[in-house]
């Protein structure tokens, strides 16, 4: 069985998704540390030609709170804010308006939710919107052994789900080593995804490593769901 194991992200790359495809079982790590300039609250949708990030805003966000335990702040406000940054960057889009109230149905939550919450939430989302069957759990409800490095973490929520392969980003490659994995039985695998261009604004040039929300928004949600299958696994 090949378990994959991410801190949740609110409306990830492509990558993220053809992570999902890829595992059997799916597990968001919510109970490490935030990471400020991370991902898990933020990333970038396509404006006037170039890449422009958002940002969900966040209550006493730190590196020494665990993911699960940071909120967001002023979640109703920056939701119409939003939406409105959405308007102007992709009202001609030919999926506009069935995405925009994708976004409003994972975020006009009332009052303030944890990111993690959140960020779980737009993954679910968008994975049942284009027909992604993924097999979601959450480390901080796991028995799992929250001491020592990181492979040993990995290696005990792999060993508590019965998995046999940890299949991982390929920009984690250095992070891991297959000896860490291979005495208790456990193959490391690693994810590189495929470029994929398409059609986006007219006479613009195009704009890579976008949230999933930009390809949602330009493409029929069966291609969306097919290139989330265009990826290699590599030892």
Request: proline letters at 3%; one cysteine or more; glycine letters at 4%.
């Amino acid at each position: 069985m090949r378990l994959a194991v991410m801190q949740p992200y609110f409306f990830p790359y492509l990558g993220y998704f053809q992570l999902m495809h890829a595992s059997d079982q799916f597990v968001l790590f919510d109970d490490v540390n935030f990471i400020k300039r991370g991902y898990i609250h933020r990333n970038n949708i396509l404006l006037n030609g170039e890449a422009k990030m958002f940002s969900v805003p966040l209550s006493k966000a730190s590196q020494n709170v665990l993911i699960k335990d940071v909120s967001t702040s002023g979640l109703k406000d920056w939701l119409v804010k939003f939406q409105s940054q959405l308007h102007h960057a992709y009202s001609k889009a030919p999926n506009y308006t069935v995405i925009s109230e994708l976004v409003h149905q994972s975020c006009s939550h009332e009052g303030e939710m944890s990111i993690s919450d959140l960020a779980s939430l737009s993954l679910k989302n968008v994975c049942k919107f284009i027909g992604l069957d993924v097999e979601f759990s959450q480390t901080s409800s796991m028995p799992y052994k929250r001491t020592g490095n990181a492979s040993e973490k990995i290696r005990s929520i792999c060993e508590l789900k019965d998995a046999d392969e940890y299949l991982n980003p390929i920009n984690g490659r250095h992070m891991y080593d297959v000896d860490d994995f291979s005495p208790n039985g456990i193959k490391l695998s690693f994810l590189k995804m495929k470029e994929h261009e398409y059609s986006q604004l007219k006479d613009a040039s195009f704009v890579t490593n976008l949230s999933i929300l930009d390809l949602l928004m330009f493409l029929p949600k069966e291609q969306v769901l097919k290139m989330t299958s265009d990826y290699e696994i590599l030892d």
